[in-house]
């Protein structure tokens, strides 16, 4: 009995001979316990890199910023083609609207999702308006 959980060991074996550190929390997907790369990276031996969430509310909205990703690339690709389809400025400025929208908003998420104990000194940018 070849078992995915010997390859998961061996997996995770290899990991520790590199240095990687297993930590306590396990991978959302599926289960297997997380280490930590000498280079920081967070990885589960069986899926790579990810991204540990600390609550389903996070959760949500790292999905949220995986969409808007999504969009923002989807955004890129349409202008690119309305240009090599000779498309007046219009058209292009309708997905530069959504482009940028969807980069505000991934802003705010980001700024959400931080960690709060991470805001022991907290730095809040002043939003200055580049005033015209
Ligand atoms: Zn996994």
Redesign the pocket.
């Known amino acids: 009995m070849a078992s995915s959980r010997d390859d998961l060991v061996r997996k995770m074996a290899r990991l520790m001979q590199s240095g990687a550190v297993m930590l306590e929390q396990t ?1 959302p ?2 289960g ?1 316990p997380l280490f930590r790369l000498p280079n920081g990276d967070i990885v ?1 031996p ?2 790579g890199k990810v991204r540990i969430v600390g609550s389903e509310e996070e959760a949500s909205l790292v999905e949220a910023e995986g969409v808007l990703k999504e969009l923002v690339a989807y955004s890129a690709k349409s202008i690119k083609r309305l240009i090599s389809s000779g498309s007046g400025p219009e058209d292009i400025g309708r997905w530069l609207y959504v482009m940028e929208k969807a980069l505000e908003v991934a802003d705010k998420i980001k700024a959400e999702s931080t960690p709060a104990s991470q805001s022991g000194r907290a730095q809040r940018k002043p939003r200055g308006k580049a005033g015209s």
């Open positions: 991978c997907i599926c297997s589960c069986i899926h």
